[in-house]
């Protein structure tokens, strides 16, 4: 059984191909692979027309969803944690052990429309994570919740101007501050980190919490340039040290800060996650996270 689903196409300012414009604006297509399966199978059309990547919105179309019953049927049920929300944006605090998006079912992407409210702006669309996290990493994940938004938000970490900051649990005997320069895949790459507290362990020699701040965004960065130096992040499964490895755990990485202006309101923000309750079993004096 097919069951059409109706999207109507606002006024927009500029024209915009179906493929970026049709990700989240039906709950089962929150992801780019999810509706390029789609457009592939010619599951979506244009005024009536069968869309396809080369398809461009240019405003007052209507776009319909020929879903399967199988489709409508299947809805993840997983609660996020939301730590802000406005009509163009929320911040969501990423849980360990699931991955932003994919092709898999059980994502943060797939549960976003189930835990923020839909935006009454004109350009709504489904919400759509505009960077990424890795599967073991808890923290701030920045949502967008209308096409301009997540625009202009992408156009903000292309010119870095969105600071993260990171926190992480290192293992062994850590120089104070420093600068990690070291190339990734060939490629540029900056980190910076500071450590706010150490203290002995039997295991690992000393533990230390380390705030971290990445100057490029290669993947795995700040796992592996700490590694570089020797210190490795704890329960890391994929960058330790022989011996020296934490398993049961998970990884003591989290997103703990973002900063930037609203491409909006102008309003100066600052989101803060507090750290995960394994961070505060070995650190547990507040006001660490600053």
Do not use: W
Request: no cysteine; aromatic share 8%; charged share 20%.
């Amino acid at each position: 059984m097919i069951l059409k689903q109706t999207h109507i196409v606002q006024e927009l300012t500029d024209p915009i191909r179906l493929q970026e414009y049709g990700v989240g604006i039906f709950q089962q297509i929150s992801t780019k692979s999810a509706l390029k399966k789609a457009l592939k199978k010619n599951l979506i059309t244009v005024d009536g027309v069968v869309g396809s990547t080369a398809t461009f919105i240019k405003g007052g179309e209507i776009i319909i969803y020929h879903a399967t019953e199988k489709d409508t049927n299947t809805r993840l049920v997983l609660t996020l944690n939301v730590i802000y929300e406005d009509e163009y944006m929320a911040v969501i605090n990423k849980p360990a052990g699931i991955l932003v998006s994919g092709n898999g079912f059980k994502t943060v992407a797939n549960a976003l429309a189930q835990n923020l409210s839909p935006s009454t702006l004109f350009d709504a669309v489904g919400p759509k994570p505009v960077h990424r996290l890795d599967y073991a990493t808890t923290g701030l994940l920045l949502v967008g919740k209308t096409s301009s938004a997540i625009t202009a938000l992408n156009k903000l970490f292309e010119h870095k101007e969105i600071t993260k900051t990171y926190y992480a649990v290192t293992i062994g005997s850590q120089i104070p501050a420093g600068v990690i320069d070291d190339a990734i895949d060939d490629k540029p790459a900056s980190s910076s980190f500071k450590v706010v507290k150490s203290l002995k362990s039997e295991r690992f020699s000393f533990l230390n919490l380390v705030k971290l701040n990445p100057r490029s965004g290669r993947r795995h960065q700040l796992r592996k340039h700490l590694l570089s130096i020797g210190n490795p992040i704890l329960g890391d499964a994929i960058y330790f040290l022989e011996g020296l490895q934490l398993k049961g755990k998970g990884l003591y990485l989290h997103a703990g800060t973002l900063e930037f202006i609203h491409p909006f309101t102008q309003e100066k923000m600052k989101i803060v996650a507090s750290l995960p309750k394994k961070f505060r079993k070995l650190f547990p004096e507040e006001g660490l996270l600053h």
